[in-house]
């Protein structure tokens, strides 16, 4: 029987490709201080590895965003605590997959007059894009597959798995939250 949970990404890869990352903003931002804006709460681990890896001075804020009303809208949950006028911002994503949460974040960003907003994402799902979004920074780019792992979660749990997982069979996951657990050998 084929596993419901293959390694799509080990746990080097990331560091290789985050320090990738890490270098390329340091340089495209040199001279300036930019503000990494961190999208609670998946951003947090992939957040924490990418600021370790910049050269550069910088300050880390968090937003957190919901939907509410029968279409979807995006609000503010938790905002970012200071002014970001004339600040050079990097949003810092999870990943991205319709695009329809990154357009309204940046939107909600551009009026508070940044000097830029560019975006950098661990994964990126162009698949299922609806609408077109600036990536200037990406990790890696997938299928449609559900991910677990390294900030990405299974109803709050999993975040802290240090490499990425493709879920085959997220029907195994649906009826025992605690088989990816088992899979790896960290179940209770």
Do not use: C
């Not at 985050?18 to 804006?37: C, F, H, N, R, Y």
């Not at 949003?91 to 909600?108: F, H, K, N, P, Q």
């Not at 894009?129 to 559900?146: C, M, N, P, S, T």
């Amino acid at each position: 029987m084929t596993s419901p949970f293959v390694e799509v990404v080990s746990r080097s890869s990331l560091r290789e490709r985050v320090d990738q990352l890490g270098a390329e903003i340091s340089t495209d931002l040199k001279g300036e201080v930019p503000v990494m804006v961190g999208v609670l709460q998946g951003s947090v681990v992939f957040l924490a590895d990418l600021v370790r890896s910049m050269t550069i001075d910088l300050e880390v804020e968090f937003l957190s965003l919901t939907r509410f009303g029968h279409d979807g809208q995006i609000g503010i949950a938790m905002d970012i605590a200071d002014p970001l006028e004339d600040r050079h911002v990097v949003i810092v994503e999870d990943i991205v997959d319709t695009g329809l949460t990154l357009a309204s974040m940046r939107r909600l960003l551009e009026v508070r007059n940044p000097a830029s907003i560019r975006t950098v994402t661990l994964i990126d799902k162009a698949p299922r894009r609806i609408v077109e979004v600036d990536l200037e920074y990406r990790g890696f780019e997938v299928g449609d597959e559900f991910l677990l792992g390294y900030g990405l979660d299974w109803k709050g749990h999993y975040r802290h798995i240090s490499s990425l997982w493709a879920v085959m069979d997220l029907e195994v996951l649906q009826e025992n939250r605690l088989a990816f657990a088992q899979h790896l050998g960290i179940a209770p």
